[in-house]
């Protein structure tokens, strides 16, 4: 009895080692058969690798509002913004303007006054930041229109929409021009008084002097960055000079357009952009940053 007892026992633990044997995958991405009992390591068999997709980034979402979109620093606003990859509308009295150029053709034209608070509230949805280039000159009571009360409006209506970030393009101080031209600075200040209370945290002010550039009149265009360029190259290192009584602020530096559509750009995308005025040489600065 005990011998077949034996027998039995030793038959019951008995097992082939063929079934401890498990693929095992490694790092390398191969498949191997392996032996638990004698260590032995078959050939592997190759296992077919998935290939590599190449996903777009996502478009982005951000919706800039141009206001003055048309205009010489506005259109170099526009043509930063689109760029970069954004989503650019603009504000226009009678739509779409008749600009032949190619960036024209992407920026969502609406029409609309904004003299005219209520049409400018549709013009708002979806959009993230705004960046106002409207100013002009004429009788007083125009420029304080039109420099003023025009951004005034688009600001209240930008922050009754839940706009995060406006920037708007005012003018530097020239000192006795200021006298000569007071309804536009009057006009200047006073938007700029209400950007510092409806956008605390989100609010800049871009203070450039003469801005140079390629203008546009009509089917002309106006170099003057014949005249700006070098006169920018003397003055930005002149910076104690603006200091001088009444001739001083006159010998600001002049900026191009293309500096100052840069940083409008990054002002009104970037969220750590630091709120606040910026002068001509900290647009200078931040333009020449990566």
């Known amino acids: 009895m005990r011998s077949s007892l034996s027998r039995l026992i030793r038959s019951s633990c008995s097992v082939s080692p063929s079934r401890f044997s498990s693929p095992i995958l490694l790092k390398n991405g191969k498949a191997f058969s392996s032996d638990a009992t004698s260590g032995r390591v078959d050939e592997p068999f190759k296992v077919e690798e998935a290939e590599p997709v190449k996903v777009p980034p996502p478009p982005s979402t951000d919706k800039l509002l141009v206001l003055g979109g048309s205009g010489f620093v506005g259109s170099h606003v526009c043509k930063e913004a689109l760029d970069r990859g954004f989503v650019v509308s603009s504000l226009n009295r009678s739509g779409k303007p008749s600009i032949s ?4 053709d992407k920026v969502i034209w ?3 006054n904004l003299l005219e608070p209520a049409s400018l509230m549709d013009i708002m949805d979806g959009v993230s930041a705004v960046v106002s280039c409207v100013g002009g000159f004429g009788s007083n009571s125009q420029m304080v229109k039109v420099n003023g009360t025009a951004n005034i409006n688009a600001i209240r209506a930008a922050a009754e929409k839940g706009v995060k970030r406006f920037v ?3 003018a530097a101080d020239f000192g006795i021009v200021n006298y000569l ?3 536009y600075y009057e006009g200047k200040r006073a938007a700029e008084a209400e950007l510092l209370s409806k956008f605390t945290y989100g609010g800049v002010i871009l203070r450039p002097g003469f801005i140079h550039g390629t203008r546009r009149v009509g089917s ?3 170099p003057l960055g014949l005249v700006g360029s070098p006169l ?6 002149a910076k104690p000079l603006t200091r001088l009584p009444l001739v001083g602020p006159m010998l600001t530096p002049p900026v191009s357009a293309t500096s100052v559509a840069k940083v409008a750009v990054r002002a009104a995308t970037d969220p750590v952009f630091p709120p606040g005025i910026v002068d001509v040489y900290g647009i200078m600065r931040y333009s020449e940053q990566k």
């Open 220 to 222: 002309m265009k106006i």
């Open 110 to 112: 609406n029409q609309g």
């Open 101 to 104: 150029e190619s960036w024209a």
């Open 168 to 170: 708007y393009v005012s």
């Open 181 to 183: 031209l007071q309804g």
């Open 232 to 237: 920018q190259m003397v003055l930005q290192n």
